[in-house]
């Protein structure tokens, strides 16, 4: 038997999937009392958790009985058919190893060894299109036949690529897609960049590109949040290898915890991309891609910094991988210690970084039952400690002001990938999850009530189905379709203030998208339709982008793009913070609604080589229009005395402005690539942000700088040894300043801040296949770093802006067999 015979089998299951929707959102829909809405809410919930269960084990028993019949044909194959292909892979007189051989529309895939030859044996006859990519590199295919009994040489010389032309990405229509050719613009964050701008995790990275910054906003935790175009955390989401479980909880310290040698790339898509990914997608979109395995490779590195010469941050990592001989299966293991000192910038005893200890441990596997079929494993462990505020060796409860929290998650995802045996079509089964616990204690003046504790799950489970059609309506074709549940439950105690806060958010998503593709025109249409079970009506979500080559090496985009924020009762600055001596806490109000954007872009990308250089300039203009904007402003206090703040809607809210990004490659030993952004952020109408209401409110949008940009240059003067150049540009911005430490609440500008980062590294060979780094350098060289931060007790710990750290001299060494 065939595996095209369970066609039938799985698309009835996306059927009784779809159906179950139907049936769940017209079930709710029949409820219009509000006492009616209360029984629906738990019809909802007991309905959408049986109808889990029940597709969770048919998608369980169908992904079962395919991985079982796959093997069993593999078991089945005939004898070695003796059909091979050997060759090299160089640019121009320079063998490459480690590149990427695979025949394209199935799993069968090789790597280069050490001298830049491959071979590719028993393989099935018939005639296949043959693809090379490796790092720096154009990537190249020819076609091939292959006979039994015969051995076919196919040798490639491919042409350098500085400035990532040929990158494949997935996050532009969940598709393999190069990067050049996709119809919205994504940006890639390589192990690269995280290398030469010293970067140990996420956060340290993602500035330098074009729209994005990372800041701080709490001295005591070390809070940190992502913005795109200007637009706050929240309104960004973020996905693990695709997948939606980075929930509102991890959300406020996550991007600090991933380290940067779990990383493979991280893609990035600024503008609304709910049509693909549901929910907070306003913003855009960060996609982080772990590392898959390749070929057979061991790297440890050791890196340690000095902050202000008196905090030291250090930590250790370690990556590994196995593949076997056949490239049937392989895993790659990764492990990250790292500890941090925390720091007291101003000496009144209280932290401006806070202590760190992270422990991060996980592996991605493979396995290709058939050269047809794929399953992908992935998991990873961390446990966090952190704390700020002051007195650091006594317990919690015995300090003027502590902020700490230990964090222990699970995470990790299973995907089962089948290919059409006309290389035309694909289809996914997926699901992935990710569990925290969290210990925390947010509390000032010798508080034994601020202990409190977080139980944390998300879930995400569905499937996914793309082919290529030779012609849909007028033009060739990609169709995309798929079903997605999302799960999040959270349990929020904080026993001592009688808070017991519990939120079960569950979504039911389709999505189905056209991307027709001509010579000069590429046109994609597509929507999601979400069913949230905060919300009464289904999300529709749609999207329109379009791709015009002028020719090979000048194109213009036009993009559309509609996003959503729904209601939800734990948010990322549902961030308890000590303000003053007082404890503030978040609630939303009764009549709050879901948020809506709708984002216009239009770009203009020109690559070109002159005089040798390969280059590249992106000039991209943007518009967001927000609708019902979430905003917050104080109420009150509780029984208990604590300050109440309340989620509500504002009157709405615009954000505009030009990206700008500029790479060249003056020659393989010089590589330039910078960005700028000019954009305002405004409310529509003046919003009261502070307690005091003699005080002004304002049009703007905190924390959002008009002006910021970045540049990265690394040369080579030998080929073993590398500089490196880099630096982050922040603009003017207001910032709020809440009474306690000063008398009254005042709305602050900031001044500007230039961070310049330098980096020396040397690779000293091993033998034939080891290599040793010995690097080191300075980050903040200018010093350009905050000066006026709140002291004692009454501080306003929010009360942070611009570079996270001031100058810090680090070394590093790092010993592997690919460096």
């Known amino acids: 038997m065939e595996l095209i015979d369970y066609k039938q089998d799985i698309q009835g299951m996306r059927y009784h999937l779809a159906g179950s929707l139907k049936l769940i959102t017209e079930d709710w829909q029949k409820n219009k009392t509000d006492n009616e809405k209360k029984i629906a809410t738990k019809k909802l919930h007991d309905n959408s958790l049986k109808s889990l ?62 001298t830049g030859h491959y071979k590719l044996v028993n393989l099935p006859e018939g005639t296949f299109t043959l ?23 196919i040798n490639f010389d491919i042409e350098e690529d500085a400035i990532s032309l040929e990158q494949v990405v997935v996050s532009s229509n969940r598709n393999e897609i190069n990067r050049k050719e996709a119809t919205t613009i994504v940006n890639t964050i390589s192990p690269k960049l995280f290398e030469s701008t010293n970067s140990v995790c996420l956060a340290e990275g993602m500035s330098f590109q074009p729209g994005l910054r990372v800041e701080t906003n709490c001295q005591n935790c070390g809070f940190q949040q992502v913005r795109i175009n200007g637009l706050d955390g929240p309104y960004t989401q973020i996905l693990i290898d695709s997948r939606a479980i980075f929930s509102a909880l ?43 395995p390749n070929y057979n490779s061991f790297q440890i590195s050791s890196n340690t910094s000095a902050i202000a010469k008196n905090a030291i941050d250090q930590s250790v990592n370690l990556n590994t991988s196995l593949v076997t001989d056949d490239n049937k299966g392989g895993i790659m293991v990764f492990g990250s210690m790292r500890n941090r000192d925390h720091y007291d910038a101003n000496g009144d005893g209280f932290s401006e970084l806070s202590l760190l200890e992270n422990n991060t441990f996980g592996f991605r596997s493979y396995y290709k039952p058939t050269m047809y079929s794929k399953i992908q494993l992935e998991y990873h462990h961390l446990n966090e400690f952190r704390r700020g505020g002051n007195k650091f060796d006594l317990q919690p409860h015995e300090t003027d002001i502590t902020e700490q929290i230990k964090h222990n998650i699970n995470a990790g995802g299973l995907t089962y990938s089948l290919f059409s045996k006309n290389y035309k079509s694909k289809y996914s089964v997926y699901s992935s999850a990710q569990h925290t616990l969290r210990n925390s204690y947010y509390g000032a003046e010798q508080d034994l009530n601020a202990y409190g504790y977080t139980n944390d799950l998300a879930f995400v489970s569905g499937s996914q189905f793309n082919t290529d059609l030779s012609k849909f309506l007028f033009a060739p074709a990609t169709l995309t379709t798929g079903l997605e549940y999302q799960l999040n439950n959270l349990n929020d105690k904080m026993p001592g203030y009688n808070r017991d806060l519990t939120q079960d958010i569950m979504i039911w998503g389709y999505f189905l998208q056209n991307e027709w593709k001509t010579e000069h025109l590429n046109f994609l249409i597509g929507a999601r339709a979400d069913k949230h079970n905060l919300i009464d009506e289904v999300i529709i979500s749609p999207r329109a982008n379009l791709l015009y080559k002028i020719n090979n090496d000048f194109s213009a985009r036009l ?67 927000l609708t019902d904007v979430f905003v917050t402003e104080e109420i009150g206090t509780d029984t208990a005395g604590n300050m109440l703040l309340e989620r509500r809607n504002g009157s709405g809210a615009k954000v505009y402005g ?21 954009q305002k952020s405004l409310y529509t109408e003046p919003e009261q942000w502070a307690e005091d209401e003699t005080v002004e409110p304002t049009k703007n949008m905190m924390r959002t700088p008009d002006n910021y940009g970045y540049f990265t240059l690394n040369y080579n003067p030998i080929k073993s040894s590398t500089i490196s150049l880099s630096g982050v540009y922040t603009g003017k911005m207001y910032v709020p300043h809440y009474a306690g430490f000063i008398e009254n609440e005042k709305l602050e500008e900031t001044p500007n801040f230039t961070e310049l980062n330098l980096k020396a590294a040397h690779n000293f060979k091993i033998g034939t296949t080891m290599q040793l780094q010995i690097n080191g350098g300075v980050q903040n060289i200018l010093n350009s770093y905050q000066s006026d931060f709140d002291e004692g007790i009454f501080r306003d710990a929010g009360y942070i802006y611009g570079p996270n750290r001031p100058r810090t001299f680090f070394i590093g060494i790092k010993i592997g067999s690919n460096l």
């Open 53 to 114: 269960g029940k597709n969770v084990k048919k998608i369980s028993l169908m992904l079962i009985l395919i991985i079982i019949l796959s093997v069993n044909l593999l078991k089945a194959q005939k004898s070695p058919t003796d059909a091979n292909i050997i060759g090299h892979v160089k640019h121009n007189e320079t063998h490459l190893p480690f590149s990427t051989i695979h025949i394209e529309g199935t799993t069968i895939s090789t790597t280069t060894d050490n």
């Open 131 to 153: 693809k090379v990519q490796s790092t720096g590199y154009k990537s190249q295919t020819r076609e091939v036949t292959t006979k039994v009994g015969t051995t076919s040489e």
């Open 250 to 292: 991890s959300g406020v310290y996550g991007i600090e915890q991933i380290p940067a040698n779990m990383i493979e790339r991280v893609e990035v898509i600024r503008g609304g991309g709910s049509a693909l990914f549901g929910s907070n997608a306003v913003a855009g979109i960060v996609n982080i891609i772990t590392k898959e």
């Open 559 to 625: 993009s559309y793009s509609k996003g959503f924020r729904a209601p939800q009762a734990f948010d990322e600055d549902l961030h308890i913070m000590a303000v003053g001596g007082e404890v503030m806490l978040i609630q939303l109000a009764d009549d709050l609604k879901t948020e809506t954007s709708n984002t216009y872009s239009s770009s203009l990308d020109y690559y070109f080589n002159i005089f040798g250089l390969q280059t590249n300039v992106l000039v991209e203009g943007f518009y967001t229009k």
């Open 658 to 678: 030009i990206n700008t990004e500029f790479k060249t490659a003056f020659s393989q030993y010089l590589q330039l690539q910078l960005g700028f952004t000019s």
